[in-house]
């Protein structure tokens, strides 16, 4: 969710682009709906006719090119999924991009059932991440042969993609002790380390109230399993991690850093109670879900001083909360205010093509792009 500025609720749209092959790109630029407003070129989240899917949140870090601002954000969300055929070929083309400013890329793949969160600073062939922690943590934190030793994934042009499924090295969690009991004891006696904040089922703050991190100074838990993959407004690759360990950084988002780690804390408690009750989790519970803070929900509450629609009947909903259906190629989205109804677009009906032709052509460009 983001500010609408008192404007965009009343502008955002499913706009459908057909765009037209662009003289020295590879391959076929691909159709997709795009979540956004008329004027805004980017997207809030898009999908495409192979059922490739993305979204994006801000992940406050220091590893920007305040120089070299670059290709970000919205407008880097809808072009990875313009040419993104598979959830592997969207990810190579934001780590391709010349970036300057961190973001965190969440991709689906319905064709492949597979997807990753693509954690995305300042294109560079390689930094110093224990640069940018202040030296008097130092002591606390890994040292640069354990980060050699200890690799999450590859670091390739600032960008570090987080796969479901792989393996995650919770080694990291142990530093965790010694940073929290520092960050108590010179700056805020009242943290408290739970016993379970590195389980998988765990939490840091049990509720939206509680304040409990050492400020950016922690390595987050991942927690997700198997097929599920969670991603919101911070890093959770540990070498990522440690560039938003900057003091500046820490500083800025000093008043949001412990409701960021509670959001996706609860999100996941959510998805895993889903998953005990049903095997599965079902669309109509996807959409449940993603739409967990809304004043209708268990937090009843969270959202209770956002902007008032004109008559005072309705929160205005900052942002958008999207809920896509890979294998159909749909997108619902609920934007505006709370009681107005979601919007729905099914990509393939307009289309003449039929989606098993689409679905087939489409692999057929992801199969060749993968292999390049």
């Known amino acids: 969710m983001f500010a609408t500025g008192s404007t965009l609720q009343n502008h955002l749209a499913h706009i459908i682009h057909l765009p037209e092959n662009a003289q020295g790109t590879t391959g076929t630029l691909l159709a997709h709906v795009s979540v956004t407003a008329p004027g805004i070129i980017g997207s809030v989240s898009a999908m495409n006719l192979s059922g490739v899917a993305g979204s994006l949140n801000m992940a406050p870090a220091a590893n920007c090119d305040t120089e070299h601002i670059g290709f970000n954000s919205l407008l880097l969300l809808r072009e990875c999924i313009m040419k993104g055929a598979s959830a592997a070929r969207a ?3 934001i780590q391709n991009a010349r970036r300057g400013v961190t973001w965190n890329y969440a991709l689906s793949d319905g064709a492949s059932d ?17 640069s940018y922690p202040p030296k008097q943590y130092l002591p606390y934190l890994p040292d640069a042969g354990f980060l050699a030793e200890h690799q999450s994934a590859p670091y390739k042009n600032g960008v570090m993609v987080r796969w479901c499924g792989d393996a995650f090295p919770e080694e990291y969690y142990k530093f965790n002790g010694g940073l929290w009991q520092f960050y108590k004891e010179k700056y805020d006696n009242r943290i408290k380390l739970r016993p379970d904040a590195f389980l998988p089922w765990g939490f840091i703050n049990r509720t939206p109230r509680d304040k409990n991190c ?24 540990p070498h990522m991690r440690l560039c938003a360990m900057d003091s500046w950084c820490a500083q800025v988002v000093k008043g949001d850093v412990n409701d960021i780690q509670w959001r996706y804390d609860e999100l996941n408690y959510q998805i895993r109670q889903t998953l005990l009750k049903q095997g599965s989790v079902s669309y109509q519970a996807a959409k449940q879900l993603i739409d967990f803070l809304a004043p209708y929900g268990k937090f009843p509450n969270y959202y209770a001083k956002n902007p008032k629609s004109r008559d ?28 107005d109804d979601w919007v729905k677009t099914t990509l393939p009906n307009y289309f003449t093509e039929s989606p098993s032709a689409l679905s087939a052509g489409t692999q057929q460009r992801a199969s060749e792009a993968d292999q390049a």
């Open 312 to 339: 005072g009947k309705a929160l205005r909903i900052e942002g958008c909360v999207s809920v896509f259906d890979l294998k159909k190629r749909s997108v619902e989205s609920h934007y505006g205010y709370y009681n």
């Open 114 to 130: 597979t997807a990753c969160a693509v954690e995305a600073g300042a294109s560079w062939p390689a930094i110093d991440f224990l």
């Open 91 to 93: 990810a190579k083309v």
């Open 214 to 237: 050492p400020s950016s100074y922690y390595f987050a838990p991942r927690r997700t399993q198997g097929s599920v993959i969670i991603t919101s407004n911070h890093f959770l690759m």
